[in-house]
């Protein structure tokens, strides 16, 4: 813009910034380049700063926080925001509560270590290095960290005086794939997932070539420490996420996609089955293809809250705008969605009534205030 007069007229003013803008109208008419401002954002221009240090996005309800049927109003929180609370990993999965530590608990599997974060003030601190590439955690009634390993190729229990209990590496004789997800029944049993993802070389896998030994398979092992098949590949390829609803009478499995040394594979849906009193399954059926606005946001890590409805981490891969969470009804109705800069590969709940999200995503840690609580 032209230097000012020390004073102008409201004539002149008008003519100068007329003239200004003319000029910028024609040069974009002409193809002049734009300045890139920053990365593509989900919502806005400029991009949304997540981080604790960003300016206030929220005046009623956070902007990403999108309601597809008005039944999840009632699951949202209002004058609340998404907030990014860590960054800083290569690949984050496996986030577990810990009531009475109250601090969240996730692995970074590349890295290979395990991160908390501590409720009472924010503060980040390695958890355990090396972490054997671990995967999915969760805690027990008792408070006994579980964990998936990859580059072992088992689950353990940590105890309380830090020993360490295996509590799965081998079914009839041969060497799991990579245990990826657990959850504990009310029994005391623990179920687990076993695709082959860890089989790679960047989460813990020991050779280029994948060394498989079983199919990908779901296991239940007993108090008693024995184990067994519950869902075969068959079934569910590829099982990945997965968990019960809040009567245990529904098992939820998510079956993400097409693992090394897949000649098929899983393709992106949730599966449901009954649960007996005997711990079998039964009534196999699709719970959803997780297809939303006709992008397919791939499942990965699943939880219900206390009213059965069943909060899903959203992989959209480049689709900007579809990844973080999606929220269905216990008919398999999509409720609403939750969107992240980033892909979104597990979630918990957690915090001292259970009603804030945790969200594991590519290389940070997002959490949420919501309307319910975990199951």
């Known amino acids: 813009m032209p230097r000012m007069p020390d ?99 996730w692995s970074d599997i590349p890295n290979n270590r395990q991160y908390r974060w501590l409720e009472d003030d924010g503060h980040v601190s390695v958890f355990r290095n090396p972490s054997n590439y671990s995967n999915g955690n969760t805690f027990d009634p008792q408070g006994r960290q579980i964990a998936c390993e990859h580059a072992t190729r088992r689950v353990v229990r940590y105890e309380h005086d830090g020993t360490v209990t295996v509590v799965a590496e081998s079914f009839q004789g041969k060497r799991l794939n990579s245990p990826n997800d657990a959850v504990v029944h009310k029994d005391g049993a623990i179920w687990f997932t076993d695709p082959p993802y860890g089989l790679q070389l960047y989460e813990g896998g020991a050779s280029r070539v994948p060394q498989r030994e079983l ?10 420490g024995r184990i067994e098949m519950v869902v075969p590949e068959e079934q569910v390829a590829d099982p990945n996420g ?23 594979g899983g393709k992106g849906e949730i599966y449901v089955f009954d649960v007996g009193t005997d711990n079998r399954v039964s009534n196999r059926r699709l719970f959803s293809d997780c297809t939303v606005e006709g992008v397919k946001c791939g499942p990965d890590g699943i939880r219900c809250d206390v009213d059965g409805n069943v909060w899903v981490a959203s992989n959209a891969g480049p689709i900007v705008g ?42 940070s840690i997002y959490a949420l205030y919501v309307g319910t609580q975990g199951a």
């Open 7 to 105: 004073t102008l007229s409201r004539r002149q003013l008008l003519i100068t910034l007329g003239g200004t803008v003319a000029a910028g109208a024609a040069a974009a008419a002409q193809g002049a380049p734009r300045q890139q401002q920053g990365a593509p954002t989900v919502i806005s221009t400029p991009p949304r700063d997540f981080g604790p240090t960003g300016a206030p996005t929220t005046y009623f309800s956070d902007p990403d926080v999108i309601t597809v049927d008005p039944a999840f109003g009632a699951l949202t929180q209002g004058n609340t925001t998404i907030l990014r609370l860590w960054t800083g990993a290569l690949w984050v999965e496996g986030p577990a509560w810990n009531g009475q530590g109250r601090y969240l608990l």
């Open 215 to 224: 199919p990908t398979n779901v296991y239940r092992v007993d108090p008693s």
């Open 242 to 264: 997965l968990a019960f609803s809040p009567d245990f009478r529904r098992l939820y499995v998510t079956s993400t996609g097409k693992g090394p040394g897949d000649k098929d």
């Open 322 to 363: 579809y990844s973080g969470a999606t929220v269905w009804s216990p008919a398999g109705k999509l409720l609403g969605r939750i969107r992240l800069p980033e892909v979104c590969g597990n979630l918990t709940f957690g915090g001292a009534k259970r009603n804030r999200l945790f969200m594991c995503a590519s290389q």
